[in-house]
């Protein structure tokens, strides 16, 4: 029979193959230094997906170079940073990702003309979970 309990720790370490310094690191750094979000997304026929996530329920395509990537777990506020990159052309102007509402993120595309596209992205989101 398995027992339900807590497991309190303050320190995570490791007896495998890190070298150096690297062998153990602070809870608060995983809990409030760790990514919360992360989706790859490609597009196929003007339609977002996720290829690789983190804390992705879904992607909703708002328009063309414009879409959210919803949450599985809700963010505590809006107050979050994002990081997010075009994975298919360096010929982009306006690209920027910010959070929409707790549980979802918008990002939008445009090329060096200021016209919407649609384009690859990959998407990290800092902050606290509710």
Known sequence: ???????AFDTLQTSGQITGTAKSVDTDFVVNGSAKMFNAARYSGGTPSATKSLNVSSMTDSNTGDS???????????NSATNVSNNTSANRRGVFSL????????HVAAN?????????????LFGDLA
Do not use: E, K, Y
Request: proline share 3%.
């Open 99 to 106: 959070p929409s509402t707790t549980s979802a993120v918008r």
């Open 1 to 7: 029979i398995m027992a339900n309990g807590t497991i």
């Open 68 to 78: 959210l990537t919803n949450l599985s777990s809700a963010m505590n506020d809006t």
């Open 112 to 124: 060096s003309s200021d016209a919407s596209v649609d384009d690859d992205f990959t998407l990290v």
